[in-house]
């Protein structure tokens, strides 16, 4: 049984945001982003209920072009977003399931895109939104729980529709009877991230009471798992990574995982089986390759996926699993990978709810054939309360049990939240979040974990519904200025 619904127009609303210090990945340094906001009201017969949804827009994620600034790419990302909730008010003027307004929202907002030769995962953007802010909406309207709302199929989801080889199944088949109630963090290693206390000057110690360096990190909130970056030049990478081993062995006892993010930094795959050769052979490296979970996207995302990947990938039958993820930028780009000799994929709400079920989905089956399927978590140093919380309400549900989590350690909790949104999260919302000393609220993390239960309980993970028009209100020609 799926829901039919209405939508009203969009609304968008933005916070600026800073971080607590630098977040470097890849080609490029977080410290600014727009938080943006959007908002729908989805009715059904004579009810109504309003949909919220919110993403930072980081740099040099969605496209990595090192010959463009970020000033250039945010018009593109925004006007992806506008494109497509302008088509779903128009898909969504009479009523319709969500599956439906998926589909015909997905396939013209991505032959628009094509037109202008926008990157996958920007276009993917726009269509997330809108899945995102419309879920939230028809969660609170049907009172349920998200988790309900997907197993009882009220979206209407045809799997089938989406790979020829998950006909036949549904998502009971294939994703857990029930949601996760807790997961536990993996906490993200900058580029330029300190590794002990020693090695912070006194003028880049942020001292604002939340830990800075991974040591003191590692002790506060009990870290087990961690995602490694990798610069992809190994006379910076090769000291790093021994440093990092021994302060990972030495604070944990030796119960530690980590991810690798090669972060498209490798040339081929051949550059990357030199540097990881020369790990898996160290001795002060043995350790830390042995308890590598996957390598996650080495090779930059033009190059990842060609056909020459397949005899790359072949000859090298004992590499580590290799999973993509700026490389899932469109329906079929996993099954693609999977083809070619790639592990898995990874998951982002900012990547799709509906493509992203379908991949998960296609990677379970995978599982139950015996074959390869590995499906990570991960994140774009999302803030709290609602993007965070919507991105954990999915990996509670389709069982993802360790999640890359950078917004509670790139930035200062909530603090930059209305007081009444973090006092509101805080009653709701008890076993997430927790009061710190200095009056603001951030993530509670024990023993490495954090709490899904409240979280599986609320409609799309939030509870109670925040109002966002305290926030500066945009109007559609302001998106491009923001």
């Known amino acids: 049984m799926s829901d039919l619904f209405t939508l009203s127009p969009f609304e968008f609303f933005v916070l600026r945001t800073r971080t607590r210090f630098p977040f470097r990945y890849g080609i490029a340094s977080m410290t600014e982003v727009p938080h943006l906001f959007v908002r729908t009201q ?20 969605f496209t990595k072009n090192p010959a463009t600034t970020f000033e250039q790419d945010l018009p593109e990302m925004l006007a992806s977003v506008v494109h497509a909730t302008e088509l779903a008010e128009a898909v969504a ?61 009220r979206l209407g989801l045809k799997l089938g529709e989406i790979y020829t080889d998950l006909q036949g199944h549904d998502l009971r088949t294939l994703l857990p009877e029930s ?77 530690f995982f980590v991810t690798v993010d090669g972060n498209e930094n490798f040339i081929s795959f051949g550059e990357f089986k030199d540097l990881w050769d020369r790990i898996a052979t160290r001795d002060a490296l043995k350790e830390l390759s042995r308890q590598t979970i996957v390598v996650e996207q080495p090779v930059h995302r033009d190059r990842a996926l060609l056909e020459s990947t397949r005899e790359e990938l072949s000859e090298w039958p004992d590499r580590p699993p290799l999973i993509i993820d700026e490389s899932d930028g469109a329906i079929g780009d996993v099954p693609r990978a999977l083809d070619l000799g790639y592990a898995g994929a990874s998951y982002k709400n900012c990547k799709g709810i509906v493509k992203g079920l379908a991949n998960a989905c296609l990677l379970a089956a995978r599982r139950l054939s015996g074959k390869a399927g590995v499906l990570t978590g991960e994140d774009l140093c999302n803030l709290g309360p609602i993007a965070v919380q919507q991105d954990l309400a999915m990996m509670a549900v389709l069982g993802v049990d360790h999640v890359e989590r950078n917004g509670h350690h790139y930035y200062r909790g909530l603090s930059m939240m209305p007081d009444d949104w973090q006092d509101a999260v805080l009653r709701t919302h008890g076993d997430f979040y927790t009061r710190h000393e200095s009056g603001f609220v951030h993530l509670y993390i024990e023993e490495g974990r954090v709490s899904l239960r409240s979280l599986n309980r609320a409609p799309f993970g939030v509870e109670p519904q925040l109002d966002v028009t305290g926030f500066a209100p945009l109007e559609r020609t302001q998106l491009a200025r923001i």
């Open 42 to 61: 989805v009715h059904s017969r004579s009810r109504r209920a309003s949909g919220l949804t919110a993403e930072g827009l980081p740099p040099k994620w």
């Open 179 to 255: 949601p996760l109630e807790s997961c536990f963090v993996r906490h993200t290693i900058g580029l330029g991230d300190a590794l002990s206390v020693g090695e912070l000057v006194a003028e880049d110690r942020v001292n604002d009471g939340l830990p800075q360096d991974l040591e003191t990190s590692i002790r506060a909130y009990g870290l087990r798992y961690f995602k490694i970056k990798l610069s992809g030049m190994p006379e910076r990478d090769l000291p790093r990574l021994t440093d990092l081993a021994h302060i990972l062995d030495r604070e944990t006892g030796g119960q």
């Open 93 to 153: 003027s009479r009523p319709v399931s969500f599956f439906d307004l998926w589909r015909e929202v997905h396939r013209l907002h991505m032959a628009w895109a094509d037109a202008r030769a926008l990157a996958p995962l920007v276009a993917e953007l726009g269509v997330a939104l809108v899945e995102r802010a419309v879920l939230d909406g028809l969660c609170r309207l049907l009172a349920e729980p998200l988790h309900r709302v997907l197993s009882q199929n």
